[in-house]
Nanobody, 122 residues
Framework: VELAESGGGLVQAGGSLRLSCTMS????????MAWFRRAPGKERESVAS????????YYKESVKARFTISRDNAKNSVFLQMSSLKPEDTAVYYC????????????????WGQGTQVTVSS
């Protein structure tokens, strides 16, 4: 199983980025998906999660109203639209998959991507 992230980069504070993750696992509907991040010197943390059909989502408090997670099962893809970015959002962002929404919100992940760097300059 492979999860491949793209869309990271360097952006100024207040800017936007859209991360994408394409997964090889089939069917996509069998998995809840999520985005985690690890900032320099910090533990990896959950940013946003989405259940198999998108009608349940979870966000870390500090990204609510700024980040939006979505998925397209026909394309085996999950996305993270990030707006109003702050320097503290700088981290490596990881795509993740798990067999249930409850598990992935709790950090119990079955598959990880390799990560994509997001750097927000002040």
């Amino acid at each position: 199983v492979e999860l491949a992230e793209s869309g990271g980069g360097l952006v100024q504070a207040g800017g936007s980025l859209r991360l994408s993750c394409t997964m090889s696992v089939r069917p996509a509907e069998a998995y809840a998906m999520a985005w985690f991040r690890r900032a320099p010197g910090k533990e990896r943390e959950s940013v946003a999660s989405i259940n198999w059909n998108g009608d349940r989502v979870y966000y870390k408090e500090s990204v609510k109203a700024r980040f939006t997670i979505s998925r397209d099962n026909a394309k085996n893809s999950v996305f993270l639209q990030m707006s109003s970015l702050k320097p503290e959002d700088t981290a490596v962002y990881y795509c993740a998959a798990a067999g249930s929404f409850t598990r992935i919100v709790g950090g119990d992940v079955d598959y990880w991507g390799q990560g994509t760097q997001v750097t927000v300059s002040s």
